[in-house]
C-alpha cells in the first residue's frame, strides 16, 4: 500500500478502471456517455472514482440540503486528485413517509448495495442524515465493503418557543399530551410548528438521527465532530470537503469499511450509546449494520456493553439540552476521552488515527451538557434488554428516558390488539385504567406493522395525564422515536403476528417489570398459556404485493436487526458480465 498519494501503484488498475479503462467496445460506451456532462477525459485516466451517494429529496427535509453538501465533498475529491460522482438513493423521510420510514430502511439499503455494485466506483461517501438514512447506507455499503466515508448532514437550530428552547419530537410528545390535558390550547401547539423546526437539519434532540450520526463517529467510519456541527455552521462544509479528500486517500490505500466497522469499533459504539443517552434505535441498527459486515453482536453485547455505562450528555429527551449545546460544548470526541478506559482504544477510524488519538485532547467547554465519568449526569445509560416469558428473545428498554419508581413494577394489562384498537380507546372516558396498569400494544412489530413502527411509547389515556401523571409502563413489540421517553418496554421479540406470547396477553392479566433483574414476566399459568395459543387465530397480512410482501416474508425479528434474510451478509462488488 502507498503511503503517499502522489505513490499510486493502483493508479490503471482499480475497481473503475474495468469500466474507463479499456479501448474497446465498452470502454468506448463508458466513457463517451460520460463526457456528454463534459467532464476532461483526463479525469478517465484511472484516479479513483468516489461515489456520492446522496438521499437528497424535497420529501424528505432534514436531507434537504444535500445538493450544497455534496458539492463540497466534490470540491475535496477535485483537491484530492479524485474523480466525484453523485448518484441518488432512496431517502427515507422519517416525517412523511407511511406506514413508517422502518419498513423502508432495508429496501433502502438494496438501492444502495446495487448502486455501488453495478456503478463504476472506487469508494463512496455517503450522505446521511435523518434516522433511517444513516443505516440503510451502512448496511448497503457494508454489503459491498468499499473505502466508505459518512458525512452527517448536522442537526438543526435549536427550537425556541415563547422563551423555552424545545426539541424536535421531545415537544411534539409534550405539547400534544398536554393539549390533551388541557393545560395548552391548540392555537399556541400550532404555532409551535415554525418555532421547532428552524433551520436545515435533522432532529436536534439526541432522538435517532443525531444518535446514528454518533454511531458513525464512534465505529470511525466519520470523521471526527462530524456528530454534532450545525447543518447550517460553515464548519459542517469544511467538513464535507476535507471528507471528500479524506476519501480519495483511503481508497488509494486501500482501506475497506470492514477495516474500520470491526467488532472493537461495534463495541465502542454501544458503549458510546450508554454514554450519550442514545436512541433504542440504535439497537436495531447496528445489529443489522453489524450482520451485513459480519460482525457477531448480539443483544446480550448490548446489556453487557451497556450496564455500566452512565449517561454523561444532558440533551432531550433524557435531559434539557440540543445538539448545538453539545457542539459548543465539545461534541462527541469530549464524551470518547471520558471514556477512555472503557473503549477498544486503538480502532481505527477514517481520519488515519485511532479513535483515542482523535479524541485525547478534546476539551470541554460546558459541563452542565457534557458530564465527566465520575459525576455523569445520570447513572444509567445503556439499553437495558428484558427476557421472560413475555419476551423470550428479548426486549429493550432506555433506563434513562424512563421513570426510577417504574423500574420494578407490577400491573393490570390494559390490552390493545392493534394501533386501531389503541387509538379508538385511548380516551375513552370508560376504557378501565389507571396509572398502575401496564399497557400492552400488540402486532407492531416488524410483520405486524408491518416494520415495526414507532408508536410504542403510546401516549397516556388523556383521564390519566388530567391527574398530573405522566408516565406508566407500557410494552410492545413496536419501537419507539429516538425523541421520546418514559418507561417504554420495546422491540418484544418474537413478535405477536408471528405467534409470540405478547400475542397472548389478556385485559387483566398481571404484568411484571423488573429492570435491576431484567425480567419481564407474564403471571399466567403455562396451561392458561397454552390453552390460549390453541384459540389464537394466525396472522395474516393484508399486504399482498410489491415490495411490502418481500418485507412482511422475509424480515428478521427485532432481536436479529429486522433486517431481510437474505440481505445479511456481504457480497462485496464483483460484476461478472459487461452491460452490452
Ligand atoms: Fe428526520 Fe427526525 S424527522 S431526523
Redesign the pocket.
Known amino acids: 500500500m502507498p503511503d503517499d498519494q502522489n505513490d499510486d501503484p493502483m493508479k490503471g488498475k482499480r475497481r473503475s478502471s474495468e469500466w474507463y479503462g479499456k479501448a474497446d467496445k465498452d470502454g468506448f460506451a463508458h466513457r463517451s456517455w460520460m463526457k456528454n456532462q463534459g467532464l476532461p477525459g483526463d479525469l478517465f485516466d484511472g484516479r479513483p472514482v468516489i461515489g456520492i451517494c446522496n438521499t437528497w429529496s424535497e420529501f ?3 436531507n434537504a440540503h444535500f445538493r450544497d453538501l455534496a458539492e463540497r465533498v466534490k470540491r475535496g475529491v477535485y483537491e484530492a486528485g479524485g474523480m466525484p460522482l453523485e448518484f441518488p438513493v432512496f431517502s427515507n ?3 412523511q413517509l407511511r406506514p413508517t420510514a422502518m419498513l423502508y430502511r432495508n429496501l433502502a439499503s438494496m438501492d444502495v448495495e446495487e448502486s455501488i455494485r453495478g456503478l463504476p466506483m472506487d469508494g463512496v461517501i455517503l450522505l446521511t ?3 433511517k438514512t444513516t443505516p440503510a447506507l451502512l448496511m448497503g455499503a457494508a454489503s459491498c465493503d468499499l473505502p466508505t466515508l459518512v458525512v452527517s448532514g448536522g442537526p438543526m437550530l435549536n427550537g425556541h418557543y415563547k422563551g423555552e428552547q424545545i426539541g ?2 421531545t415537544h411534539v410528545w409534550k405539547f400534544s399530551e398536554a393539549v390533551r390535558a388541557g393545560e395548552m390550547t391548540l392555537q399556541d401547539f400550532m404555532e409551535a410548528e415554525t418555532a421547532n423546526s428552524r433551520s436545515a437539519g ?2 436536534m434532540t439526541m ?3 443525531s444518535t446514528m450520526a454518533s454511531m458513525a463517529e464512534s465505529l470511525g467510519i466519520a470523521l471526527p465532530t462530524n456528530a454534532a456541527i450545525p447543518a447550517v455552521d460553515s464548519r459542517r462544509y469544511s467538513l464535507a470537503q476535507f471528507a471528500g479528500r479524506r476519501i480519495v486517500e483511503l481508497v488509494r490505500k486501500n482501506v475497506r469499511l470492514s477495516d474500520i466497522m470491526t467488532k472493537a469499533a461495534f463495541e465502542n459504539a454501544i458503549i458510546v450509546n450508554g454514554a450519550i443517552g442514545g436512541s433504542t434505535n440504535a439497537v436495531v441498527h447496528l445489529l443489522a449494520m453489524a450482520g451485513r459486515v459480519g460482525v457477531d453482536i448480539s443483544l446480550d453485547d448490548w446489556d453487557r456493553l451497556g450496564r455500566e455505562v452512565p449517561c454523561l450528555v444532558n440533551l432531550m429527551p433524557s435531559g434539557k439540552y440540543l445538539m448545538e449545546d453539545f457542539y459548543y460544548a465539545g461534541g462527541l470526541p469530549v464524551v470518547i476521552r471520558e471514556l477512555e478506559h472503557l473503549l477498544n482504544k486503538d480502532a481505527m477510524t477514517v481520519s488515519g488515527q485511532s479513535i483515542w488519538e482523535n479524541s485525547k485532547d478534546a476539551e470541554c467547554y460546558n459541563r452542565d451538557v457534557i458530564y465527566p465519568l465520575d459525576k455523569p449526569f445520570k447513572p444509567n445509560g445503556g439499553i437495558a434488554v428484558i427476557t421472560g416469558n413475555l419476551a423470550p428473545n428479548g426486549a429493550i428498554l432506555k433506563p434513562s428516558a424512563a421513570s426510577p419508581e417504574l423500574m420494578t413494577h407490577r400491573g393490570r394489562a390494559v390490552v390493545f390488539e392493534d394501533i386501531e384498537d389503541y387509538r379508538d380507546r385511548i380516551d375513552d372516558p370508560d376504557l378501565d385504567v389507571d396509572e398502575t396498569c401496564v399497557m400492552v400494544l400488540k402486532y407492531c412489530g416488524p410483520k405486524g406493522y408491518p416494520g415495526m413502527a414507532e408508536v410504542g411509547n403510546m401516549g397516556l389515556p388523556a383521564k390519566i395525564l388530567k391527574k398530573g401523571i405522566t408516565d406508566m409502563v407500557r410494552v410492545s413489540d413496536a419501537r419507539m422515536s429516538g ?1 421520546a421517553y418514559g418507561t417504554v418496554v420495546l422491540h418484544v421479540a418474537p413478535e405477536a403476528a408471528t405467534g409470540g406470547p405478547l400475542a397472548l396477553v389478556q385485559n387483566g392479566d398481571m404484568v411484571e417489570l423488573d429492570i435491576p433483574n431484567r425480567r419481564l414476566h407474564l403471571d399466567v399459568a403455562d396451561d392458561e398459556l397454552e390453552r390460549r395459543r390453541g384459540e389464537l387465530k394466525p396472522f395474516v397480512s393484508p399486504h399482498e404485493r410489491g415490495y411490502s410482501r418481500i418485507y412482511v416474508e422475509h424480515v428478521n425479528q427485532a432481536d436479529k436487526g429486522a433486517d431481510l434474510d437474505f440481505l445479511v451478509g456481504k457480497g462485496g462488488t464483483p460484476v461478472l458480465r459487461e452491460s452490452h
Do not use: F, I, L, R
Request: net charge negative.
Open positions: 424528505n427535509p432534514c423521510s422519517e416525517s442524515g435523518c434516522d424536535s419530537g435533522h432532529c432522538g435517532t438521527a425523541t
